[in-house]
């Protein structure tokens, strides 16, 4: 049977297949005979791996991006000065006779030195950085919203029924109630008209009899918890959003322009920035940014039936060159 061979288009390169408690690794190359070793995840074993690339002068590597396991050798590797390429697992899995950790490493060595991987787009630290603040104040603000529907849910059970006759129970009025409810004290009508306006439908009196109901001490006990938990929630978001925008403060001119966008709030700048960067030259064109973000309708289509594509998940979708 006929080899078929590829022309070298990098000079020293390096394939790893990262796993949760070990790193294979294969250099090849010019000069180099092929080898391949093993390495813990721990921080010495990593340092290791990263003395043993510079001292055979590797020049590129390349890693899938499988998990997380890939981010702690990526940031050993960074500060070197090696090309570091993760690549999508769908490039290099798949093939026959490719099952072992040691054969993955050579596989994905060979392809990087034959030029056949399609690297992924880190972002810079700083921008990873970010992107972790703005991930995490997102999470938190899911779980302020989470505990109010908690609170709107042990109301209910108390046959509080603010939500058949408020549109919106996270707005002043509903919140103000509220507060009047947890602290085990009822509701007047003089409550309910210092915080009545005219957009709300239901009247007086129907609010009144909705704020009716039997709330015990056990009830009276559970929302104070939930209400602690989301003012220590409210607390962290502030930060967050301080220490966010401590981050961003140099590129104030480019915030500026983004929320002259109708429909852009503040954190919406903010979150775009974290997740696409300012740099716009890694995407070739705005079909390649659209197709990232997962706005892009896709065509899967078997026997004459098209399938539906589930849009990529933010924290997994990878920006490609």
Known sequence: METVSFEQVVSRGCGLDVHKETVVATIDGEGLERTTREFGTFTRSLTELKDWLVENKITHVAMESTGVYWKPVYNILEPTGIT???????????????KTDKKDSRWICKLLLAGLLKPSFIPPREQRELRDLTRYRKKLIRDMASNKNRIIRILEDCNVKLSSVLSDTSGITATRLIDKLCDGKKVTLQDIDEVYHGKIRATKEEIWEACNGNITDH????????????RHIESLIEELNQKIRHMLSPYENVLGLLREIPGLSHKTVEDLIAEIGLDMEVFPNEKHLASWVGVSPGNNESAGKKKVVEPPMATNRQKQR
């Open 219 to 230: 009830h009276i006990y559970l929302l104070g918890k939930i209400r602690s938990h989301n």
């Open 84 to 98: 570091v390429w993760i690549v999508n697992a769908r490039h290099v899995k798949n093939v026959p006779g490719h």
